[in-house]
């Protein structure tokens, strides 16, 4: 168990529909990132939050947006789902707001489009 | 954009054999990291260099940051099947989040 808990571990749902995924990270890390795992892309970095703020957007589409709330779990949610939008969303803590530490990664939300 | 390229993309070894894994760029890294993930887990961090020329070394594995801070090697001496998995690098080019590289796929043969 790394610390950092993803729900669901799996969604399966059709085209058009909204889905939302959580992220409470480790406990004292104050910063969460969203990365988007797929075959053909690889670990592509959606989005950071640190304390509650946005500090960077990766190559997060318009239809994706997240948030992090006061107690620091964040919520990634994705609307008008299409077929290219299945993949692993990993979610993954840090202490800090910068790279001086490691990430620690949940176990991802795979998500199925149909 | 991609700004990590790893190589060998595919890697079938048989147990006992050495290997390295390449993670290359066009940029400058502040710092680099290589991880690990497992089928049905997020990756899980191994090591983190900051240093042109730094060499770390955990256990059989020999991790090495170029001089010029742009690449990066990952050198693992006997492999064993419990090495397995796909192996991430990824780099702060000064955005301060980590971009992971297109990974290299290690299979370890018993």
């Known amino acids: 168990d790394s610390g950092v808990t993803q729900t669901p571990k799996h969604l399966i749902t059709a085209t058009g529909q909204r889905v939302t995924l959580r992220c409470s990270p480790r406990?004292?890390?104050?910063?969460v990132y969203w990365y988007q795992q797929s075959l053909d892309q690889g670990l592509q970095f959606l989005i950071h939050y640190y304390n509650g703020e946005e500090r960077a957007k990766g190559n997060i589409l318009e239809r994706f947006s997240a948030q992090q709330f006061p107690d620091l779990h964040s919520e990634l949610n994705l609307s008008s789902l299409e077929l290219g939008d299945s993949a692993l969303y990993f979610c993954?803590?840090?202490?800090?707001?910068?790279?001086?530490?490691?990430?620690?990664f949940g176990s991802g939300t795979r998500l199925t489009v149909v | 954009t991609q700004l990590l390229e790893q190589s060998p993309q595919f890697l079938s070894i048989q147990e006992g054999e050495n290997l390295t894994v390449y993670c290359n760029s066009s940029s400058v890294f502040s710092s680099l990291q290589w991880y690990r993930q497992e089928p049905g887990e997020g990756p899980v961090l191994l090591v983190t260099?900051?240093?042109?020329?730094e060499v770390k070394k955990l256990k059989r594995l020999t991790f090495q940051f170029g001089d010029a801070r742009k690449d990066s090697s990952l050198h693992i001496t006997a492999a064993q099947p419990g090495d397995t998995g796909l192996y991430l690098c990824a780099g702060d080019s000064g955005s301060n989040q980590f971009y992971f590289g297109t990974g290299t796929s290690l299979t370890v043969i018993p």
């Open positions: 993954a803590s840090s202490k800090a707001a910068g790279t001086d530490y490691g990430y620690t």
């Open positions: 260099v900051v240093t042109g020329g």
């Open positions: 406990s004292g890390d104050l910063s």
